[in-house]
């Protein structure tokens, strides 16, 4: 995995590895020197552990990333922290293990219960079932023992690959998961208060991803075919709500052009009305504008080489946004019950400071912008 892991602006690798002829591993950091190498620290050792996931997150939330791997043999997590910048990880806490005979072998770090501590999604098998356990963040880096969050209920293999994504626009994660003999991908959705399953596909596929691909503002399925050379793309059909209309390409992203869409139609009195962007920076901040003025061609207003497609000139209103480590984003902005403004038209668009190492912008800043999005509000 990979992350700025010594605070110095430059991306670093973590890596993990088994110990030829013991059940012990070793989690090892290489520090990027900016230049293409890095430079190897000493690996630390996680006694009784082999390996076989290695997620990082800021899970005690002092602004440096931590650690968190797991093992397939004897189902046990350890979080290893990083007491300060340009620090080895050097402190290490046992979380907890699932018994029940658990295969573990993925993992994702993601803030599902929006309560501001990084949680750790976790999918693999027992015996009977596939399943998906929750390890809980807590302030002070207190990761709860896992709990079981869903049960699929059919043994067809191990979950090998996790993904934690807003895949229908609503402002909340959905989790899915692939593996097994198939291949067989699932979609779980948290419904009053449970998690559902509401979408599953069968393809023969090794490793795939959820990328927006074709830039429509959806997260789609895409993965190498494993049969023969080939691709496979499971569009997301989830289409933009009337309502809206994206225009202008903005700044790209390393991941490519960043959408701006919304989860349903601005109709008067919609208190669940979001806005939500894809392929942004991943975990980065971004400034939110809302001009009552499109300029769709785009302007380099701030002379930074980063297009900007609402008017500047009038009034403008100014939101924070953060995005999620999938590079995925939502603000919410309720459509007050006022029937008077059926008709009125606003302008969108986020501005994205991304973290240095990991910019592709064409600015000499680390900035980047996303394509304008038009609302009108609808009776």
């Given at each position: 995995?990979?992350?700025?892991?010594?605070?110095?602006?430059?991306?670093?690798?973590?890596?993990?590895?088994?110990?030829?002829?013991?059940?012990?591993?070793?989690?090892?950091?290489?520090?990027?020197?900016?230049?293409?190498?890095?430079?190897?620290?000493?690996?630390?050792?996680?006694?009784?552990?082999?390996l076989s996931f290695l997620e990082a997150g800021d899970f005690d939330q002092d602004g440096a990333l931590d650690l968190i791997a797991g093992t397939e043999a004897n189902d046990r997590f350890e979080l290893l922290r990083l007491i300060s910048a340009a620090t080895v990880p050097v402190a290490t806490s046992h979380v907890g293990g699932i018994g029940n005979g658990a295969t573990l072998l993925a993992a994702r770090v993601h803030d599902l219960n929006d309560d501001?501590?990084?949680?750790?999604?976790?999918?693999?098998?027992?015996?009977?079932?596939?399943?998906?356990?929750?390890?809980?963040?807590?302030?002070?880096?207190?990761?709860?023992?896992?709990?079981?969050?869903?049960?699929?209920?059919?043994?067809?293999?191990?979950?090998?690959?996790?993904?934690?994504?807003?895949?229908?626009?609503?402002?909340?994660?959905?989790?899915?998961?692939?593996?097994?003999?198939?291949?067989?991908?699932?979609?779980?959705?948290?419904?009053?208060?449970?998690?559902?399953?509401?979408?599953?596909?069968?393809?023969?596929?090794?490793?795939?991803?959820?990328?927006?691909?074709?830039?429509?503002?959806?997260?789609?399925?895409?993965?190498?075919?494993?049969?023969?050379?080939?691709?496979?793309?499971?569009?997301?059909?989830?289409?933009?709500?009337?309502?809206?209309?994206?225009?202008?390409?903005?700044?790209?992203?390393?991941?490519?052009?960043?959408?701006?869409?919304?989860?349903?139609?601005?109709?008067?009195?919609?208190?669940?009305?979001?806005?939500?962007?894809?392929?942004?920076?991943?975990?980065?901040?971004?400034?939110?504008?809302?001009?009552?003025?499109?300029?769709?061609?785009?302007?380099?207003?701030?002379?930074?080489?980063?297009?900007?497609?609402?008017?500047?000139?009038?009034?403008?209103?100014?939101?924070?946004?953060?995005?999620?480590?999938?590079?995925?984003?939502?603000?919410?902005?309720?459509?007050?019950?006022?029937?008077?403004?059926?008709?009125?038209?606003?302008?969108?668009?986020?501005?994205?400071?991304?973290?240095?190492?990991?910019?592709?912008?064409?600015?000499?800043?680390?900035?980047?912008?996303?394509?304008?999005?038009?609302?009108?509000?609808?009776?």
């Amino acid at each position: 995995t990979a992350g700025d892991f010594d605070g110095d602006g430059r991306i670093d690798v973590a890596s993990l590895d088994s110990v030829p002829g013991s059940d012990s591993g070793t989690v090892s950091l290489g520090l990027g020197t900016g230049s293409g190498s890095f430079v190897a620290l000493a690996p630390v050792p996680i006694p009784q552990l082999t390996l076989s996931f290695l997620e990082a997150g800021d899970f005690d939330q002092d602004g440096a990333l931590d650690l968190i791997a797991g093992t397939e043999a004897n189902d046990r997590f350890e979080l290893l922290r990083l007491i300060s910048a340009a620090t080895v990880p050097v402190a290490t806490s046992h979380v907890g293990g699932i018994g029940n005979g658990a295969t573990l072998l993925a993992a994702r770090v993601h803030d599902l219960n929006d309560d501001g501590w990084p949680d750790v999604v976790v999918g693999g098998r027992t015996w009977s079932d596939r399943r998906f356990w929750l390890v809980a963040g807590a302030p002070g880096a207190n990761l709860a023992p896992p709990t079981t969050l869903i049960v699929e209920g059919f043994n067809s293999g191990a979950t090998d690959r996790i993904w934690v994504e807003d895949l229908d626009r609503d402002g909340s994660a959905e989790i899915a998961g692939f593996g097994g003999y198939g291949i067989h991908t699932t979609v779980h959705q948290l419904v009053a208060g449970s998690w559902q399953s509401s979408a599953s596909y069968v393809g023969w596929s090794a490793g795939p991803i959820l990328a927006d691909p074709d830039n429509d503002g959806d997260v789609d399925w895409i993965g190498p075919g494993m049969l023969k050379p080939s691709m496979l793309c499971v569009p997301n059909i989830l289409h933009a709500p009337s309502g809206l209309a994206a225009y202008g390409a903005g700044t790209p992203s390393c991941d490519g052009q960043i959408t701006s869409v919304a989860n349903v139609a601005p109709k008067v009195g919609e208190s669940q009305f979001k806005l939500s962007w894809t392929n942004a920076p991943p975990t980065a901040q971004a400034l939110v504008g809302i001009a009552f003025a499109p300029d769709p061609a785009g302007s380099d207003v701030f002379g930074v080489g980063v297009k900007i497609h609402i008017g500047l000139l009038g009034p403008v209103l100014a939101y924070p946004v953060a995005s999620d480590a999938s590079g995925a984003a939502s603000l919410a902005f309720p459509v007050p019950n006022v029937p008077e403004l059926a008709g009125f038209k606003a302008y969108a668009q986020a501005l994205w400071i991304e973290p240095a190492w990991q910019s592709c912008s064409s600015s000499p800043l680390p900035w980047s912008t996303s394509t304008g999005l038009e609302v009108t509000v609808l009776p």
